[in-house]
């Protein structure tokens, strides 16, 4: 069965296919590190300490802060769900492509092949 994932990308009716997955790992790998590093820094601003100085009247450093760390979140969260309807698409198109290309051969009840 694992042969059959690459019998189904290098096969020619498969041409779209095998572009569509080559474009999503591509947009994956640019992604990930992308996703990575924005949440990174979100959850750095959110970490950072006001000083004491800094008196009620300024409490919209806490509200950037907070929204920062809510779109860090928002960015996550979208990747993630993102990444797993690809995944989910690439292997109901892979079933769909086994399930018509498959070879069934019945055996009678000595084990001798059926034609």
């Given at each position: 069965?694992?042969?059959?994932?690459?019998?189904?990308?290098f096969?020619?009716?498969?041409?779209?296919?095998?572009?569509?997955?080559?474009?999503?790992?591509?947009?994956?790998?640019?992604?990930?590190?992308?996703?990575?590093?924005c949440?990174?820094?979100?959850?750095r601003?959110?970490?950072?300490?006001?000083?004491?100085?800094?008196?009620?009247?300024?409490?919209?450093?806490?509200?950037?802060?907070?929204?920062?760390?809510?779109?860090?979140?928002?960015?996550?969260?979208?990747?993630?769900?993102?990444?797993?309807?690809?995944?989910?698409?690439?292997?109901?198109?892979?079933?769909?492509?086994?399930?018509?290309?498959?070879?069934?051969?019945?055996?009678d009840?000595?084990?001798?092949?059926?034609?």
């Amino acid at each position: 069965m694992f042969t059959s994932v690459f019998a189904w990308f290098f096969s020619p009716i498969n041409r779209r296919g095998r572009r569509i997955f080559i474009w999503d790992i591509l947009s994956f790998i640019f992604l990930l590190p992308l996703t990575v590093t924005c949440t990174l820094l979100g959850m750095r601003t959110l970490t950072e300490e006001l000083p004491p100085s800094v008196s009620k009247t300024f409490s919209f450093l806490r509200f950037q802060q907070f929204s920062i760390a809510m779109f860090t979140v928002m960015l996550d969260v979208f990747v993630m769900t993102w990444f797993l309807v690809r995944i989910q698409y690439h292997f109901k198109h892979w079933l769909h492509w086994y399930r018509r290309s498959e070879i069934v051969i019945l055996l009678d009840y000595e084990g001798e092949p059926v034609e």
